[in-house]
Nanobody, 123 residues
Framework: VRLVESGGGLVQPGGSLRLSCAGS????????WGWFRQAPGKERSFVAS????????NEGDSVKGRFTISRENAKNTVHLQMNSLRPEDTGVYYC?????????????????WGQGTQVTVSS
């Protein structure tokens, strides 16, 4: 099983980025997805999650109203649309897949992880 993130980069404050994560090696239609991020010197923290049926998603308090998670089951892909980016959103963003159908904000609940993609918000 392999997860590969893409879409990271350098963006000015107030800008937008769209991250994608493509899974391979198994079918992900029955799994929940999550996005986490890790800033330098800090622990990995929850950003967003989405259930297998895409009907329920959750976002962390710091990104609520600015970030949106979505999924494309036919492509084994999850996206993270990030708007109104702030310098404090800087970090390495990781996608994760969980064996069960329900999303979670806990890193320990996820079975598969991508290698991460860097997002830098700076003027």
């Amino acid at each position: 099983v392999r997860l590969v993130e893409s879409g990271g980069g350098l963006v000015q404050p107030g800008g937008s980025l769209r991250l994608s994560c493509a899974g391979s090696g198994r079918t992900f239609s029955g799994t929940a997805w999550g996005w986490f991020r890790q800033a330098p010197g800090k622990e990995r923290s929850f950003v967003a999650s989405i259930n297998s049926d895409a009907r329920i998603s959750n976002e962390g308090d710091s990104v609520k109203g600015r970030f949106t998670i979505s999924r494309e089951n036919a492509k084994n892909t999850v996206h993270l649309q990030m708007n109104s980016l702030r310098p404090e959103d800087t970090g390495v963003y990781y996608c994760a897949a969980r064996g069960g159908p329900y999303g979670s904000s806990s890193t320990s609940d996820y079975d598969y992880w991508g290698q991460g993609t860097q997002v830098t918000v700076s003027s």
